[in-house]
């Protein structure tokens, strides 16, 4: 009896360390989501400053993929995400109705500003976004898209519309399929006009002589929201972190991050998530 405990306490201290272990990285494959988001809430450095916030309160780990709002909302429909942080509050709607996620949650706004050479050739300059499109286009002066469906693109697409152009087609119009950063540099190389969130902008540092034309119509609100991904679409969504997430974010605390993002002085998103 004594020589079968000593051959099987070693084997039975294995089995506890072995399923200890296990455990542990269950838990530690919990302790992480992936996010889909705009490339602006990423490149405008927004981020770097509350990731960190939320995991110091909560111990998970959100692993951002930063592309475009529809490509952002793809993923979400092809459950490839947990969560979305995204920027098209139609789009946002249309993925709840066709139950790929129960709830958008409002949690954030800035605004669009145009922004073109100082020297404004197509005298764009003003307050409203259709009027200086209308020149733009009537000037065939360089104007960059991001051309990649995303949440920007989606807007600068609805200010053509209400400028009367259903498809910019004039030939100095480039769509360059990038993200806001890239498309901003492209302008600022090109001297071109280009349509940016905000926040985007006041991080952008490769600015040449670029300068905001356009800001201040109503029309240029920037709506940001958060989705989790419906399980029921996607059994793998992680639904208990990913909500832990949006309910941190919507938060008194998670909104206070927010708010206390700021460059140069400069709030770059104002918190306003509902009830």
Request: glycine share 10%; hydrophobic share 45%; aromatic share 8%.
């Amino acid at each position: 009896m004594t020589m079968v405990r000593l051959v099987f306490k070693p084997f039975s201290a294995l089995v506890l360390v072995l399923a200890g272990l296990t455990a542990t990285a269950a838990m530690a494959q919990a302790s992480s989501i992936v996010m889909a988001s705009t490339t602006s809430t990423e490149q405008s450095g927004l981020f770097g400053h509350l990731l960190p916030e939320f995991k110091k309160a909560t111990g998970i780990d959100v692993k951002v993929v930063a592309v475009g709002t529809g490509q952002a909302i793809d993923m979400g429909r092809r459950g490839d995400a947990d969560v979305l942080f995204v920027h098209d509050p139609a789009a946002e709607e249309k993925l709840v109705a066709e139950g790929f996620s129960l709830r958008r949650y409002p949690v954030m706004y800035n605004d669009f500003v145009l922004v073109g050479p100082a020297a404004d050739p197509a005298k764009a300059k003003g307050k409203d976004i259709a009027e200086a499109l209308r020149k733009v286009g009537a000037a065939n002066a360089g104007f960059v898209s991001r051309g990649d469906k995303s949440g920007t693109h989606a807007a600068e697409l609805r200010y053509w519309k209400t400028a009367g152009l259903e498809s910019p087609a004039f030939s100095a119009y480039k769509a360059c399929g990038c993200g806001m950063g890239p498309a901003l540099n492209m302008a600022a190389s090109l001297g071109a006009y280009v349509l940016a969130d905000r926040g985007t902008w006041l991080a952008f540092k490769n600015r040449a002589d670029l300068a905001v034309l356009v800001e201040g119509d109503k029309r240029l609100f920037n709506q940001y929201g958060v989705l989790v991904v419906n399980p029921a679409k996607h059994p793998q969504t992680k639904v208990p972190e990913a909500q832990q997430f949006v309910d941190w974010v919507t938060s008194p605390a998670g909104q206070g991050v927010i708010a206390r993002y700021k460059i140069s002085g400069q709030q770059l998103f104002f918190p306003n998530a509902g009830p």
